[in-house]
Structures are given as structure tokens and as C-alpha cells.
């Protein structure tokens, strides 16, 4: 291979992202970072602007509450697991690109919405014990 990116050694594309990773780390941390952002964010310049509205009502207060609720339970080794796999399909996301229509979120919005579960219910809880107590007695 001549390292014209059709494949076999580290000359080709693949060499060529590492090398400029290797020459311009903060540049490659800076991309990387906004790949993340894009991808957790969903919003996207060509969604409406309502669209884009209902999906920051929707993720802004879910995020904060699979968090709270990752934290409760964190000790479990399935709530560790979870982790790791979104953090793997982040590390895919950064490592590559954020896709134009948020589809690689799809595959882990559903570990996140248990975590809010628990974060919600655990909230709610601690808001109006009373209820939880009349709910647990029924």
C-alpha cells in the first residue's frame, strides 16, 4: 500500500487523523468536545425552531435527573455497566462524527431514562415524603 487511504498500513487516512491529533491536541479536543456537545444536545441548525425547543424541554431537565439518579443507584454493578456503554458510544461519536439527525443518541437515550427514574422518583421523595409514605402504604 502506497498510504493512499485504501487500506493496510497507518499511512492512509487513519494515519493522517492521528497524526494531526498527535500535532494539534487541542484543536482535536476542542472537535471532539463539539462533537459531544452536538450529539447530547440533538438540536440542529435545520430542525424548525419549535422543534428544536421541545427537544431542549425535553433533555435539559432529563440529563440532570439520569445523573442524580445514576448517583443514587451507582453502586450496582448493571448502573456501572450502563455507564460504560455510554461512554463507549460517546468515544464512537467523538471519535468519528456526530450523525446529522442524532441517530447514535437514539441507542442510549433508553439507559438514560431509567437513571431519570430513579433521579425523579428520588427527588419527589425527598420533596413530599408524605406521599411516598401514603403510595408504599396502598
Given at each position: ?57 425535553w ?41 446529522w ?5 437514539a ?14 422518583a ?17
Open positions: 500500500n502506497s498510504g493512499n487511504g485504501t487500506g493496510g498500513d497507518v499511512t492512509g487516512s487513519a494515519g493522517r487523523a492521528i497524526r494531526y491529533a498527535v500535532q494539534h491536541p487541542v484543536d482535536t479536543l476542542a472537535l471532539m468536545a463539539a462533537r459531544a456537545g452536538v450529539h447530547f444536545a440533538h438540536v440542529r441548525p435545520y430542525f424548525s425552531l419549535s422543534h428544536n425547543a421541545v427537544i431542549v424541554l433533555l435539559l431537565p432529563l440529563y440532570p435527573l439520569a445523573a442524580f439518579g445514576w448517583w443514587r443507584v451507582r453502586a450496582h454493578d448493571l448502573a456501572r455497566w450502563t455507564l460504560v456503554v455510554l461512554g463507549t458510544q460517546t468515544l464512537v461519536v467523538v471519535l468519528t462524527h456526530a450523525d439527525d442524532g441517530r447514535y443518541l441507542h442510549v437515550m433508553p439507559l438514560v431514562y431509567p437513571f431519570a427514574a430513579c433521579g425523579l428520588a427527588l419527589l421523595q425527598r420533596m413530599m415524603p408524605g406521599v411516598h409514605d401514603r403510595l408504599a402504604a396502598a
